[in-house]
Nanobody, 127 residues
């Protein structure tokens, strides 16, 4: 059973930066595509970014493009989300989710495709 643990959230001022981590228990992380989601109070869950098994396919939501960067280190069994130029509207609980796939460049947009979820980490952007 794959387990995911997010960390790195916290309170930051507008314009600041945070780096989120998603640590995995699976020995061979490159079997999985990884997607970051977030959910703000009173809003629906939304996809933030996705990275394919070996990083060859990456996408971002329009709201974070140019400010956030997703990456993965399969040897360290960790996926990262570097968040720069943070805005109050970025405030949310951030989750990482994973699904096994045999396709090197597959990166699903569908939340129903993801089988494994972390518990989330709170990001609060406020002055």
């Amino acid at each position: 059973q794959l387990q995911l643990v997010e960390s790195g959230g916290g309170l930051v001022q507008p314009g600041g930066s945070l780096r989120l981590s998603c640590a995995a228990s699976e020995f061979t992380l490159d079997r999985y595509m990884i997607r970051w989601f977030r959910q703000a109070p009173g809003k629906e869950r939304e996809g933030v970014s996705c990275i394919s098994r070996t990083g060859g396919n990456i996408n971002y939501a329009a709201s974070v493009k140019g400010r956030f960067t997703i990456s993965r280190d399969n040897a360290k069994k960790t996926v990262f989300l570097q968040m720069n130029s943070l805005k109050p509207e970025d405030t949310a609980v951030y989750y990482c989710a994973a699904a096994a796939t045999s396709l090197n460049y597959y990166c699903s947009d569908n939340v129903r495709d993801y089988n494994y979820w972390g518990q989330g980490t709170q990001v609060t952007v406020s002055s």
